[in-house]
């Protein structure tokens, strides 16, 4: 298949899978997270430190809330749609990575595959709609693995090798953090210890790379810790790290199902792994580079997913280096033959070599994932109408509030349901902060006497006129200051 072909292909399965019912379905999880530090972003002008409920926030680098904040900038438009547009891109990236960067290394019908098996495995399909860190993560550490073991196996410069995948590193980096080097680089020691090119670690590329990598976060880094108290934050990032390590809050039947739930997000493909022999590769060193592939997918997948406080998207980094191995396995049918599976010679279907059953199965795989895109998604987002969560809580709230009036938000903490406001929102610590021309605000119960008790309007009042909770079990209750 021409390199045109291939991308057209992979442009229109990631078109049928990922863009249907975008924007049908509320925002859920971690989305409000992503997204709330981008609108207040817009609004201040701050895009140094990301807000959460007019709260500095400090888990997470503000990769993500950057390109939410772009998105809406440059579209004009405030939705789901728009708000998920970051995440879907970043894995049309990575699939277009694959058939053009890694073309000349895995062939035409080997980067192909790897490019369908990327966009159809179970953990993308889940995590590339939403807005959440994982897809743009994920698909940061993928390019920088593309792109190594591209150039890696072309015999190119190790300035080439190193420096460009140190970019994605660095992004990365400011897109969650450090862990995705743990899969990275065991992917780099994976291909280098079967080969035995372990000189190419001690390049002077590689170490200008790392200063790359980690320059690029510095650059907001530095800033960011100058602007804010940086002990605090420094805690709070050891402490999230080492939670995530010690499992501060550990639960065994929660812990134990962590790894089979980050391999099945590997599925349908994974299923093909124990058929996997190396002995059928022709070249001794697409064998041995297969062997580190699958050390290099397969231990930090293991190791992380082992943790006491993990969670089974912590290991979807390994997906680039699964993805990479299929498409090598797949193109030369490195597989072995059980009876049950009828095999035959001849051309496989998109090209590869196979006997019919074994292309009706892959065939089958490809199908399901456009079905679920074309039908699946649309019909769960009709379902997903009768079921809202958040906008159900908005809609309430724009019921009594004009969109002309400002709502003021009084120590609100998070509260995803603020990206559906019509009306615009600030944010006050206080009920005294609240400014005289406040016409409406929000508060919290613990708040609701300071705000019945106010006298700061007198003689208008603040009167509640709805109190809503939602599903996590959280109250607001809204004012209103009149003379009644």
């Not at 300035?159 to 990275?184: C, E, M, T, Y």
Request: aromatic content about 14%.
């Amino acid at each position: 298949m021409s390199r045109r072909a291939a991308l057209l292909l992979v442009v229109g399965f990631w078109a049928a899978i990922y863009l249907p019912s975008l924007g049908f379905f509320e925002i859920k999880g971690e989305e409000g997270r992503r997204i709330l530090p981008g609108m207040a972003m817009l609004e201040s002008g701050n895009y140094l430190v990301p807000q959460v409920g007019g709260e500095d926030y400090f888990r997470k680098p503000p990769l993500i809330n950057w390109l939410v904040a772009a998105s809406f900038k440059i579209s004009g438009v405030r939705n789901e749609w728009t708000a998920r547009a970051p995440s879907v891109l970043c894995v049309l990236a990575v699939a277009i990575a694959f058939v053009t960067v890694a073309r000349r290394s895995l062939g035409p019908t080997g980067s192909l595959i790897a490019a369908l098996v990327w966009l159809t495995n179970v953990g993308i399909l889940q995590k590339g709609r939403l807005i959440e860190i994982e897809a743009l993560y994920v698909s940061l550490c993928a390019l920088a693995v593309i792109f190594w073991l591209s150039w890696w196996r072309e015999g190119r410069s190790p300035w080439l090798i190193w420096i460009i995948p140190s970019i994605f590193l660095g992004l990365g980096w400011l897109a969650k953090g450090p862990v995705h080097l743990f899969f990275f680089y065991a992917v780099v020691l994976g291909v280098l210890w079967q080969t035995r090119q372990w000189r190419l670690l001690w390049h002077p590329a590689h170490f200008l790379g790392i200063a790359l990598m980690l320059g690029i976060f510095a650059a907001w880094a530095i800033p960011f810790l100058n602007a804010n108290e940086s002990s605090k934050v420094v805690n709070k990032w050891s402490t999230q790290f080492r939670g995530r390590v010690t499992g501060e809050i550990f639960t065994f039947s929660v812990w134990i199902t962590v790894l089979p739930r980050a391999i099945a997000y590997l599925l349908p493909w994974v299923l093909f792994i124990p058929l996997i022999r190396f002995n059928r590769w022709k070249e001794a060193v697409d064998a041995q580079t297969a062997r580190g592939l699958l050390w290099g997918a397969a231990v930090p997948l293991v190791v992380v997913s082992l943790m006491p406080g993990a969670a089974p998207r912590y290991s979807l980094p390994s997906v680039p280096a699964f993805c990479w191995l299929m498409g090598m396995a797949l193109a030369e049918n490195a597989f072995a033959q059980p009876k049950w599976l009828s095999w035959s010679n001849g051309a496989g279907w998109l090209g590869w070599p196979g006997g019919p059953a074994f292309r009706r199965l892959a065939s089958l795989f490809l199908t399901l994932a456009l079905v679920a895109g074309l039908i699946g998604y649309p019909l769960a987002a009709i379902y997903s109408k009768q079921r809202q969560k958040v906008k159900n809580i908005a809609d309430k709230i724009n019921g009594v509030v004009p969109a002309t009036e400002t709502l003021y938000a009084v120590d609100p903490n998070y509260q995803p349901f603020f990206f559906y406001m019509h009306s615009p929102v600030k944010y006050v610590s206080t009920v005294e902060e609240l400014p005289a021309e406040t016409r409406y605000f929000l508060v919290r119960p613990v708040a609701q006497s300071d705000a019945e008790q106010a006298t700061k309007w007198a003689p208008r009042r603040a009167h509640s006129i709805l109190r809503v909770k939602d599903y996590r079990d959280q109250t607001v209750i809204v004012f209103v200051v009149n003379g009644a």
